[in-house]
């Protein structure tokens, strides 16, 4: 694969085109307008910074990786790319309608492939030009450091989709885990019960935030606790998960716990706006309850 594009310069986005580009291959970037596309370069600039900082990277380096990430204004410089990865919002609607128009500039033996966390994949593939070429792609957050992706051929996939796209996440330095299409895959079928679990421990005041994030990092080896966790990854798209893992399989265990409803409601989100289970706007995390 040459040229890849992906859409969606958020967290999941940016995380993804600084990968790719730091195995050396162009990718385009985008978002809702080029602005948006240009302000996900910006986050990767951030990122590549720290690691020149840190002398984890060398500055001439972390310039030709950012040289090849080219943030694009619409879907039409796609009909280059060999790969076009979403990575929107995880709202079927707002992926339905990239696939529909991303799909009409995608080239003949390109692959389009999502980075959904939770939606099926078999459904999503009917709304791109050919099912047989549509695959489930999950990456893990922050992607430059997180070692899995998750692979998800849906009914329609072909098996020569698949082989190809695996091989892609290997040449990323990732691992696969193939995983059928069913909901949350492997991995988030078993983290969001979890994080949403914690959540109501703390709704029902069994102990506070800090006890229980410490609890699970000491207790389970885990790196960050559930709730840290949870505003890391961000509580809307917790939110947006396991309401996905609920209305697809109707089982109850999979009850969104109210108050993260209530935090989303407020607006709190996690890192990305200051304030989830923790307060971000001081120097430190600062729990909340
Ligand atoms: N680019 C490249 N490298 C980066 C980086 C970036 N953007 N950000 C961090 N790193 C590197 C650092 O340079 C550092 O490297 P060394 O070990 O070589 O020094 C390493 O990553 C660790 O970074 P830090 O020292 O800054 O931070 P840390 O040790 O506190 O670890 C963490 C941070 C990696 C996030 C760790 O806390 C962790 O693994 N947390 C759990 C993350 C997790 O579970 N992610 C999955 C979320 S679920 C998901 O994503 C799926 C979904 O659909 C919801």
Redesign the pocket.
Known sequence: MRRIAVIGAGQMGAGIA?TIAQHGIHVMISDIDRAHAEAGKATIGK?LSK?VG?G?LEADDAEGVLSRIEPVGDYSPMAEADLIIEAATEREEIKKTIFENAGKVLADNAIMASNT?SIPITRMANYSPDPSRFIGL?F???V???GLIEVIPGLATAPETTDRISAFAEMLGKQVVLSQDEPGFV??RI?LPMINEAVFVLGQSTAGIADIDKGCRLGLNH??GPLE?AD??GLD?CLD?IKVLYKTTRDGKYRPAPLLVKYVEAGWLGRKTGRGFYDYTGDAPVPTR
């Open positions: 600084q990122s690691l840190r984890k966390s999950h893990f957050n922050p430059p450091v997180m991995v988030n983290l790196p960050m966790l890391f990854v798209t998960i």
